[in-house]
């Protein structure tokens, strides 16, 4: 259950998104980060003791957190916001925008699966659609912030959020 990594790298790629700015991405490339964690993952899975996938979601995210730290750190840049404070906000946010009604701990399980299933229909999206709607929905930013994140005019952050969702929910429909 937990050693095909394969089906996390849409979700850990959604998280690498929020965290680096467009302009930053000629030097950091999110799936560079995604790769990277993937690898060491792969490498330190015989070490991994966790049994849950929330754990083992928890260790991933754990991994990819450095990963991008490190990404930042080797560009003698600092990151604008907690990478663990924004890192948790894009995996919440990504539970709630598919259902906001499972909030107790029981269902973390069933949360961690939404946010799998998330991620993956955010991947049939264009990207720039797919991170506009996680920096909105996701991480609770501003359509300002988002421009400024994204490079982007408040048109074409509008444009990509209004066209993102509307395919979002198309697709969300066809899963059902």
């Not at 600092?78 to 946010?93: E, F, M, N, Q, R």
């Not at 609770?140 to 509307?166: E, F």
Request: proline share 4%; glycine share 6%.
């Amino acid at each position: 259950m937990l050693t095909d990594l394969g089906e996390y790298r849409a979700w850990l790629k959604t998280l690498a998104l929020a965290q680096i700015p467009v302009d930053l991405r000629g030097r950091i490339d999110p799936s560079d980060v995604v790769q990277q964690t993937i690898c060491e993952a792969i490498s330190d899975l015989p070490k991994y003791r966790g049994e849950t996938k929330p754990e083992f979601m928890g260790w991933l995210r754990s991994m990819l957190r450095f990963h991008i730290i490190d990404a930042f750190k080797a560009l003698k840049l600092a990151p604008k916001v907690s990478i663990d404070v924004s890192l948790g906000l894009t995996d919440d946010g990504m539970c709630r925008l598919l259902q906001a009604n499972l909030s107790s701990v029981g269902h973390r399980a069933i949360k961690e699966e939404q946010s799998i299933a998330l991620a993956k229909l955010l991947e049939q999206l264009s990207t720039p659609q797919a991170e506009a709607i996680v920096l909105k929905h996701c991480q609770g930013m501003s359509v300002d912030q988002i421009c400024r994140h994204m490079n982007k005019t408040p048109d074409a952050v509008g444009g990509l959020l209004r066209h993102g969702m509307r395919r979002l929910r198309e697709l969300m429909l066809r899963e059902e």
